[in-house]
Each structure stands twice: as structure tokens, then as C-alpha cells.
């Protein structure tokens, strides 16, 4: 059960790397070709989902996008070593981890899964929006109507469920996810914080010399992140919905680069109809 090899990984995920790394991780011309290749494929399934959820196309697509390629990588970890590893051995993360186990015991009974041969990644995530045990229990949907909700062979069971995991966290359709901010000579530097809902406003922002580059009302709830670049940062104003895409991932990079994967995808799809 235990694998030294998933703790090592485990310490040096993308999530690791300065955003002048990440970013071109995802952003790539093939990751947008055949995400517009996918969306055309399982367009009915996309728009039933949002339909339903009330969650954009482009973010539905973007999530599967960054989370599996679409579905070519999903993972060759087995999910029951993966948790045992980290329930029992991660240095900081045993709670989180024990209550996943606990969940993936609870699923492999409801879903009839093999509790031994079931794999995911190397933190025990599962299917084509790699959905943790908990999340799996809390959000799958039988978008197919089989009987079964199966986040691997289904990929209409996928998109609904990718969908409707943003719509119990309260995506709003269409809204902003996030502006670039122009930063003033005399603005005081910003140190990275921890994730959260907006906390202050663009006008307190903009009062602070942090300006945002759009248009967006003064009193919109906002947070300001700041992304590394190879010379100097980049500072961008958040939304409501970019807290939400970190309420799937609390990494302030991937919900960036779900972001710029939705509009770049967004762009094209456009560009076909």
C-alpha cells in the first residue's frame, strides 16, 4: 500500500512552480485544438450541463482541459495506495487525507468500484475532472441516466458533474472571473495572502494605487493576487468567480489558467459557429 514514489511527487507538483513555469504547462496551442475537438464531440452533453447548472461552456471544457487533457491522462496511481500513503504519511496532511480514505471506502460500496484496482493521480483523484472521494460522493451526477455515476467511462456523467460541482459552489454565469491591475509608482507592495472570498473592493484597491485594466463597478467585491513573472510580477484583481474555480483547486494559478483556457477556448469555439 505504501509508495514512497507518491510522497516524493507529492512535494513537487505545478503547483510548485513560479506562474512563468506554469502557465505554459496549459497554455498551449494543442490544449486549446482539442479542447475545441472535445467540445465539438460532446457538445449536447456541455450545453444540457450548463443548461442545468447555469455554468459557462468554456469552464465546464477548461476544467476537464487542465485537470486530464480532456481525458487522455487520467492517472496511474491506484487510488487505495495513493490515500493509504497520504493518510498515513504525509507530513502535514494525514487529517485531510484519513477523511478521503474514509470516503473512497464509503464510494467503492455505493458505486461498486474496485476497491484495489480503481486508479487516479498520485493524490487520489479520480476521472476526467479528477474528483477527490468526498467530492465524488458530494457531486457526481448519473448525467446519462444509466444508473451509475461513472466519472471515467461516461463522459456525460463528467460534464454534468464538473458542472454541477460549480454550481453548488455558486458560479454566477457570465460574470467576471478576473482583470489585469495597472499598478501606480506610488502604490505600497502587495505580499502574497492567502485565498479567500473578495475581501475589499476595485475602489479600495484603486485608492491603494492598484488599477483595474476593464471595466468593472468601484464597489465589486475584489482580491488582488500577484503572479511571478521571469522579470517582475504580474498583479491581477479577482472576482467572485475565481474564488469559486479555487474552491476545485486553491491554487491561484490554476484558477488563472482556467481562466485563460476558458477564453482562449471561448475565442475559438466562437470562431466556428
Known amino acids: 500500500m505504501y509508495k514512497q514514489k507518491i510522497l516524493d511527487i507529492y512535494t513537487r507538483t505545478a ?3 513560479p506562474w ?54 487520467l492517472g496511474n496511481y491506484k487510488v487505495l495506495d495513493a490515500l493509504m500513503t497520504l493518510a498515513f504519511y504525509h507530513p502535514t496532511r494525514k487529517t485531510f487525507f484519513s477523511k478521503e480514505l474514509v470516503e473512497y471506502l464509503l464510494l467503492s460500496q455505493e458505486e461498486h468500484l474496485a476497491l484495489y484496482e480503481i486508479k487516479g493521480s498520485y493524490a487520489g483523484a479520480m476521472g476526467l475532472g479528477q474528483f477527490m472521494p468526498s467530492s465524488y460522493r458530494a457531486y457526481a451526477l448519473d448525467g446519462d441516466g444509466d444508473g451509475r455515476r461513472d466519472l471515467w467511462g461516461s463522459r456525460v456523467d463528467a460534464i ?18 478576473a482583470l489585469p491591475a495597472e499598478v ?13 472570498k473578495p475581501a475589499s473592493t476595485v475602489a479600495a484597491y484603486q485608492a491603494e494605487g492598484y488599477s483595474a485594466v476593464g471595466e468593472v463597478t468601484g464597489d465589486t467585491p475584489a482580491n488582488l493576487i500577484v503572479l511571478e513573472q521571469k522579470a517582475g510580477n504580474d498583479y491581477w484583481l479577482t472576482f467572485h468567480n475565481f474564488y469559486v474555480i479555487t474552491r476545485y483547486n486553491r491554487s491561484r494559478m490554476y484558477a488563472m489558467v482556467v481562466k485563460q483556457l476558458s477564453e482562449e477556448l471561448r475565442a475559438g469555439r466562437d470562431a466556428q459557429l
Request: aromatic residues 10%; positive net charge.
Open 15 to 17: 503547483e510548485s512552480k
Open 20 to 73: 512563468h513555469t506554469y502557465r505554459p504547462i496549459f497554455m498551449t496551442d494543442q490544449r486549446v485544438s482539442e479542447g475545441l475537438e472535445f467540445w465539438k464531440a460532446n457538445q449536447k452533453a456541455i450545453s444540457d450541463a450548463a443548461d442545468k447548472s447555469g455554468v459557462d461552456e468554456e469552464i465546464i471544457v477548461a476544467i476537464i482541459g487542465v485537470e486530464t487533457y480532456y481525458g487522455r491522462i
Open 160 to 177: 454534468a458533474s464538473v458542472a454541477n460541482y460549480f454550481n453548488a459552489h455558486h458560479w454566477r454565469k457570465g460574470e467576471l472571473i
Open 184 to 196: 501606480a509608482a506610488t502604490a505600497a507592495p502587495k505580499k502574497k495572502s492567502k485565498m479567500g
